[in-house]
C-alpha cells in the first residue's frame, strides 16, 4: 500500500456518529410508530430540499475525514479530499487572483529582454495556463462551462428518470402517470423538492468542479490558495463542531435531566444548582475563559502531539467539548421538565407498580418517550454552532489557526475589504457557503420540530381546523 | 413581595460562590500560575526569575488555599483563593496587565457600551414586535409565508457578514458615516447610527420569527374570539389583547437581558472601535489578560442573576395574577 490509514480523534467520532445514525435508520424503519412520524419529514418539501443540499455538504465533509499518511510524505497527513482535488491543493499562485483569472491582481515588477523594467500584471502559473492567447479566457470559459451544463443536465436527466422508473414499478402505473404524479408533488417522499435541488446542485456543482481544474473559480487568497479549495475544506470544521458538540454534550444532558426529573428531592436540587451557576455566566465569557486555559494546558505540553495536524485536530475537539459543557443546561432543562411530567403518568406508575426498578424505568420507559426533544436540539443547536464558530474564530478563541474554517476565513478576508483595489471574492465565497449550509440546516431543522413536536403538531392541527371550521 | 425578593437574593448566593469556585478552578487550578507566566510572558525559554517576579508582581506567589507561613487569619487570607477569588465578591478585580484597576476601567467603559447596546435593545424589541404582529395579522397568507422564509434567511447570515458588509456599504462605498471611532457627548451620534442599524437588523430574523410563534400560541384563544365577536378591528385584536396577552412568554426572554446590556457587544463594539466593555473583554482574551477575563466572567454572572430577579418582578407588574410569595 502506497499510504497508510491514519484516523484523527474527530474523524473516530464522525464515524460512530454516522453508525449512529445508520442504526437509528435501520430501527425506524422497524417501528411503525416511528415512521409515522418521519414520514412527515419525507413528505415536507423545504425539508426534502434543505436535506439534499446538506447531503452534499455531509458527503464533502466525510471524504475529507478519511485521512491517511503518504508513504513519500512523512509524517503530513492528508484526507481523500485532497487526494480528489489534488490540483487545487498544489497549484496555488504568487498572490490574491480574481476569480477566473488569467493574471496576478498585483503589478510586478519585470525586466524585459531589452534590459528595461516594466511593471506589469503577470500570467497566473496556473490559472488559465492552458491558454496561448490570455484574451481567448472568456470564450473557453464559456464554451467548457456549456460542455459542463450540458453534462449536469444529462446526468440530473438520468437521476430523475430512475427515480421515476422506480416510483412507477413500484405503484405499478405507467412512467408518464408517475412522473406527473412527482411534478405534483402527489407521491409519498417530496420527490419533487428532491430532484429539484438535485438539480440545482448539479447545475452549480459540475460547471464548478470541471471549471476548477483550469481555473482558481474562486480567486486565488494572499498566499495564492485557491480559495475554492480552501472553501471546500471549512466545510469539515464547521459539520464537526454542528455536530460533535452536540453529541459530547448529550450523554450528560440527557442522563443529568432524567435523574432531575425523575428522582426528584435531593438528586434534582443538585443537578438544578449545577445548571444555574453553568448558565448563569455569559456563554462567550465562560467558552472564554476554558478556551484560554485549554490552550495553555496544550501549549505547555507539547509532547503530547507529534504533528500539527494532530494538535489542531486536538484543540477542535476541546472547542467541541468546551461548547458543549457551556451549551448543555438548556437541553437539560427541557427534558428535566418533560421526565417531571411523565413521572407522573399512568404507564409509568403501572411500572412502579409491577416493581420496575428506577434505573429500568429510566432507561425503557422515560428515555424514549423524551427522545424527541433531544432530536429537536441536536437539529437545531447545529446551525447555531456553526455561526458560533465564525464568531468565535473572530474573537480569537475559536479553532486553531491553521484549521480551515469559515470563521478563519472571515478573519483573514475582513481586512482585504479594506485594500485598494479591493479583494472581495474569499469573503463571498465563505458567505455564500456558510449561508447555504446554515440555511439549508435551518429549514431541514424546522421539518423536523414540525414534525417531531406534539406541541407544534397539535397547533397545526387546531389551526387547520379553525381554518376549516368557517 | 418584600421577603420573596430577599429570599430570592439569599438563593443567588449559593450560584455566585459556584461560579467563583468554576472560575477559581478554571484559573488557578487547571494551569499552576507558573504556566499562565509562560504563556503570558510569551518566550519559551523565559527564566524562572522572570516567572517569579511576574507572579510577585501579580500576587500569584501566594499558595492556593492555605498559606502555612502566615499567622493567625494570615493563613486563610493571604492566598491566591482569598486575594483573588473571595474579593471579587465586593467588586475589587485587581489589576490588568498594564497595570491598571480593573473596577476603574469597567467604570468608564459601560458608558459607550450602554450607548449601543440601549438603542439596539429598544429599537430591535420595538422592530421584531413590530413585524411578529404584521406577520400574524397576515397569518395564513403567501406575505407570512415569505415573511418567514426572509427571517430564516435572515438568521442564517453570520453577524460577522452584517457588520462587514455594512460597514464596506455604508462608510466604504456611499462614505455616509466614519467606518470607526467614537466621540462624546451629541457627535457620538454620527458613529453610533450605523452601529444601532446593524445590531438591529442582524437581530430581526430570529427574534421577529419567534414572537410570531408566541402570538400564534394566542391566536385562538378564547379571549381573541370574543374581542373580535365584539366587533373590534383585528388590528386592535392584536395590540390591545394579543400583545398584553403574551407579555409573559415576551418577558422571560427579554428582562434578563438587559442587565447584560452592560457588558456591551464583543463583535459590534470591536469592528466599530468603540471604547466600551465588549472592546475591553476581547482586547484581555486577544492578549491573554486572565485577569480582566475572570473579573467579566464574575460580572457576567452577577448581572445574569439581577436578570432572573428583575424578570419575577416584571411578571407581577404585567399580570396582577402572580403573586411573589
Known amino acids: ?470 | 413581595m418584600i421577603s420573596y425578593l430577599i429570599r430570592r437574593v439569599f438563593y443567588a448566593i449559593p450560584i455566585l460562590i459556584g461560579v467563583n469556585l468554576i472560575t477559581f478552578v478554571l484559573f488557578f487550578v487547571v494551569n499552576s500560575p507558573d504556566d499562565m507566566a509562560r504563556a503570558q510572558l510569551g518566550a519559551r525559554r523565559v527564566t524562572q526569575d522572570a516567572i517569579e517576579q511576574w507572579k510577585a508582581v501579580r500576587g500569584y506567589d501566594k499558595p492556593l488555599l492555605y498559606n502555612g507561613n502566615a499567622d493567625g487569619l494570615g493563613r486563610v487570607t493571604d492566598t491566591i483563593f482569598f486575594q483573588k477569588s473571595i474579593k471579587l465578591f465586593v467588586f475589587d478585580f485587581g489589576r490588568a496587565e498594564d497595570g491598571r484597576d480593573i473596577g476603574h476601567e469597567i467604570m468608564q467603559r459601560m458608558g459607550p457600551s450602554l450607548a449601543i447596546a440601549v438603542p439596539v435593545f429598544v429599537l430591535g424589541l420595538y422592530v421584531a414586535i413590530s413585524l411578529a404582529l404584521m406577520l400574524v395579522f397576515f397569518h395564513a397568507t403567501y406575505l407570512d409565508f415569505w415573511g418567514v422564509v426572509l427571517c430564516v434567511a435572515m438568521m442564517s447570515i453570520s453577524a460577522l457578514f452584517y457588520i462587514i458588509g455594512g460597514q464596506f456599504l455604508v462608510s466604504k462605498l456611499w462614505q455616509l458615516v466614519p467606518i470607526s471611532g467614537y466621540a462624546t457627548g451629541l457627535d457620538a451620534a454620527r458613529f453610533l447610527v450605523l452601529p444601532v442599524v446593524i445590531g438591529v437588523v442582524s437581530g430581526i430574523g430570529a427574534s421577529a420569527r419567534w414572537y410570531r410563534t408566541i402570538f400564534l400560541e394566542e391566536i385562538n384563544r378564547d379571549y381573541v374570539r370574543t374581542a373580535r365577536a365584539k366587533g373590534l378591528s383585528e388590528l386592535v385584536v392584536l395590540f390591545r389583547h394579543v400583545l398584553k396577552n403574551a407579555m409573559i412568554p415576551i418577558l422571560t426572554g427579554v428582562v434578563v437581558v438587559i442587565p447584560l446590556l452592560f457588558l456591551g457587544s464583543l463583535l459590534t463594539e470591536s469592528f466599530f472601535a468603540i471604547p466600551g466593555l465588549g472592546t475591553y473583554t476581547i482586547d484581555a482574551i486577544r492578549g491573554e489578560d486572565f485577569a480582566v477575563v475572570r473579573a467579566m466572567v464574575f460580572l457576567g454572572a452577577v448581572l445574569y442573576i439581577v436578570g432572573l430577579l428583575l424578570t419575577d418582578i416584571s411578571y407581577t407588574v404585567v399580570d396582577p395574577r402572580v403573586r411573589l410569595q
Not at chain 1, 417501528?31 to 446538506?54: I, Y
Not at chain 1, 413500484?170 to 406527473?180: D, L, P, T
Open chain 1, 1 to 470: 500500500m502506497p499510504f497508510i490509514p491514519a484516523m484523527l480523534w474527530t474523524d473516530a467520532l464522525i464515524y460512530i456518529l454516522v453508525g449512529c445514525l445508520v442504526l437509528a435508520g435501520f430501527y425506524v424503519r422497524s417501528q411503525e410508530h416511528l415512521l409515522v412520524v418521519w414520514r412527515k419529514v419525507l413528505q415536507s418539501r423545504p425539508g426534502m430540499a434543505a436535506l439534499t443540499v446538506l447531503l452534499v455538504f455531509v458527503a464533502v465533509g466525510l471524504l475529507d475525514s478519511l485521512h491517511y499518511r503518504p508513504r513519500d510524505a512523512q509524517g503530513e497527513i492528508r484526507s481523500a479530499l485532497d487526494a480528489l482535488l489534488v490540483r487545487l491543493k498544489t497549484d496555488s499562485e504568487k498572490t490574491y487572483s480574481a476569480p477566473f483569472a488569467t493574471h496576478l491582481y498585483a503589478k510586478e515588477t519585470v525586466e524585459r529582454e531589452d534590459g528595461s523594467q516594466a511593471s506589469v500584471y503577470p500570467r497566473l502559473k496556473y490559472g488559465g495556463a492552458h491558454l496561448a492567447d490570455p484574451a481567448q479566457s472568456f470564450a473557453d470559459i464559456l464554451a467548457r462551462a456549456s460542455v459542463a451544463v450540458i453534462v449536469a443536465l444529462a446526468a440530473w436527466l438520468v437521476v430523475s428518470a430512475a427515480v421515476t422508473v422506480r416510483l412507477a414499478r413500484a405503484a405499478q402505473i405507467g412512467f408518464a402517470r408517475a412522473a406527473r404524479g412527482i411534478a405534483r408533488g402527489e407521491t409519498e417522499v417530496a420527490w419533487n423538492a428532491i430532484l429539484l435541488a438535485t438539480g440545482v446542485i448539479a447545475l452549480l456543482a459540475v460547471p464548478a468542479l470541471m471549471l476548477s481544474s483550469h481555473y482558481h473559480i474562486f480567486g486565488t487568497d494572499k498566499v495564492g490558495n485557491d480559495v475554492f479549495f480552501l472553501t471546500l475544506k471549512s466545510i469539515r470544521t464547521g459539520l464537526v463542531i454542528g455536530t460533535l458538540t452536540t453529541l459530547t454534550m448529550l450523554p450528560f444532558a440527557a442522563a443529568l435531566g432524567i435523574l432531575a426529573g425523575y428522582l426528584g428531592g435531593i438528586v434534582d436540587d443538585v443537578i438544578q444548582y449545577i445548571y444555574a451557576t453553568l448558565s448563569s455566566i455569559p456563554g462567550v465569557l465562560l467558552i472564554a475563559a476554558a478556551v484560554l486555559m485549554m490552550r495553555v494546558v496544550i501549549d505547555s505540553h507539547p509532547q503530547w502531539f507529534a504533528t500539527t495536524a494532530e494538535r489542531a485536530d486536538a484543540r477542535l475537539l476541546a472547542l467541541c467539548l468546551i461548547l458543549g459543557v457551556t451549551s448543555w443546561t438548556g437541553l437539560c432543562r427541557l427534558l428535566r421538565a418533560e421526565a417531571l411530567k411523565l413521572r407522573e403518568l399512568e404507564y409509568v406508575q403501572a411500572a412502579r407498580a409491577f416493581g420496575v426498578s428506577n434505573a429500568r424505568i429510566m432507561l425503557r420507559h422515560i428515555l424514549p418517550n423524551v427522545m424527541h426533544i433531544v432530536l429537536i436540539s441536536l437539529v437545531m443547536d447545529f446551525s447555531g454552532l456553526v455561526l458560533a464558530e465564525a464568531v468565535l474564530s473572530y474573537v480569537g478563541i475559536g479553532v486553531d489557526p491553521s484549521t480551515t474554517s469559515f470563521g478563519t476565513m472571515i478573519n483573514t478576508a475582513r481586512l482585504e475589504l479594506a485594500r485598494e483595489p479591493v479583494v472581495w471574492w474569499s469573503l463571498a465565497a465563505a458567505f455564500t457557503f456558510m449561508l447555504a449550509l446554515v440555511l439549508s440546516a435551518n429549514l431541514f431543522s424546522d421539518a423536523v420540530r414540525d414534525a417531531l413536536d406534539p406541541h407544534t403538531r397539535s397547533r397545526a392541527a387546531r389551526l387547520s381546523a379553525a381554518r376549516a371550521a368557517p
